[in-house]
């Protein structure tokens, strides 16, 4: 309670002094003081509004960039191709081609071979992937597609 107190005289006291000091000016300049005064807490509180709804419009903008540079990225992430692919080996090449299909694939390596089984609702999931894997660099030796139960079975072998 002491410290409420306080606080509440101190209010106290300067709302007396300004009180003191109105009622010593004339009318015409109390009118100055108190327009004035209201005039620099309407600029001021005014200006801080202005400079918060700045920063958070520069804001929304840096966000609206990440959104738009995540959507490219999402577009063109089958296209881009990292700098070691020539490294990968040709089980590698098919299981990131996979992957960013988004194909479940079953391989199995024979020598030079590759022996490729899986299979998709989507005939252009399938004719992509193929793509992709010759783009990689892979020769494509034999393919094989059957429609079963609503899904197509791709059976292929590359070297």
């Known amino acids: 309670m002491k410290t409420s107190e306080k606080l509440q005289s101190s209010i106290d ?4 002094k ?3 000091y109105l009622d010593r000016l004339s009318v015409r300049e109390r009118y100055l ?7 620099v807490l309407v600029a001021v509180i005014g200006s801080a509004l202005w400079f918060v709804h700045a920063a958070a419009n520069k804001q929304q903008n840096r966000v609206n960039d990440l959104k738009d540079m995540m959507v490219w990225m999402q577009s063109n992430a089958v296209t881009m191709k990292p700098a070691d692919d020539l490294q990968l080996s040709a089980v590698d090449k098919v299981q990131r081609v996979a992957q960013q299909q988004g194909l479940s694939v079953a391989s199995q390596q024979a020598g030079e071979q590759i022996q490729i089984v899986a299979a998709h609702e989507n005939y252009a999931i399938l004719a992509n992937f193929l793509t992709q894997l010759a783009q990689m ?3 494509l030796e034999k393919i094989e597609l059957i429609s079963e139960a609503g899904q197509i079975k791709l059976t292929a072998t590359v070297q």
């Open 13 to 16: 006291q300067s709302i007396e």
């Open 18 to 20: 300004i009180t003191d």
């Open 33 to 39: 003081v108190i327009f004035t005064t209201i005039f």
């Open 137 to 139: 660099g892979l020769s």
